[in-house]
């Protein structure tokens, strides 16, 4: 069965620092969508992406958050300066239409943020 | 924003048993899901409720939406060990697939 693939499966970083979570969506899905999950609390929706642009986003998706689509593959996340608080798994996910509710996730990357 | 209350917070049961999780919320949905998560895992999705009063399966599961649209449960029948993990019901609004409302969730444990 395809799947969505995430890297690395952790990171860790320093506080300030930037990072980039790496996403590759299942390859004919058209709606891209990043969640994060601070430890021991619920998937929260940070935003979703079709046709190259943001279609939404929640009041967590400041602007140290970004998005992009740098290519036919991949789907990245990126926080550029870092906070204690950005530490949490961050999932990735795509479907192929809207508004089909089959999401698929991918395993998430752990990021801890020090 | 929008609040669930997913109810209980954990379970400890033993295997064969039938297990029962609600999610409750102050405001409608027009759509309720149902997710497990394994640990390491994304959560995978299990049941989608697109309607009022609808009662689905899936195998050992079933999950209904509550006819104030601000509810739904989710049964499991017969628990096998398998069924162990973090189960999370998600509420949607608007026509966003992706832009749901999670509750806390319910960590199952079942034991042989």
């Known amino acids: 069965e395809p799947e969505v693939t995430q890297t690395p499966s952790h990171q860790v970083t320093q506080m300030g620092q930037e990072v980039i979570l790496r996403c590759v969506p299942i390859s004919n899905h058209l709606y891209f969508y990043w969640y994060r999950q601070i430890l021991g609390q619920k998937v929260e929706f940070l935003v979703s992406f079709y046709n190259n642009e943001i279609s939404e986003k929640s009041e967590i998706f400041d602007d140290q958050f970004s998005v992009e689509r740098p290519d036919g593959s991949n789907f990245t996340l990126k926080i550029r300066s870092t906070k204690l608080e950005d530490s949490a798994m961050y999932f990735c996910a795509s479907s192929d239409s809207q508004p089909n509710e089959k999401l698929f996730f991918g395993s998430g990357t752990q990021l801890s943020v020090l | 924003g929008q609040q669930l209350n997913q109810s209980p917070q954990s379970m400890f049961i033993q295997e064969g048993e039938d297990v029962s999780m609600n999610c409750t919320s102050s405001?409608?949905?027009?759509?309720w899901l149902w997710y497990k998560q394994d640990p390491g895992e994304g959560p995978v999705l299990l049941i989608a409720?697109?309607?009022?009063?609808e009662l689905t399966s899936n195998g050992r599961l079933t999950a209904q939406f509550g006819i104030t649209r601000k509810d739904s449960f989710l049964n499991i029948s017969a628990s096998i060990p398998s069924d162990v993990g973090i189960y999370f019901c998600a509420g949607r609004l608007g026509t966003n697939a992706g832009k749901s409302t999670f509750g806390d969730g319910t960590t199952l444990t079942v034991k042989p």
């Open positions: 405001s409608i949905f027009n759509t």
């Open positions: 409720l697109y309607k009022a009063g």
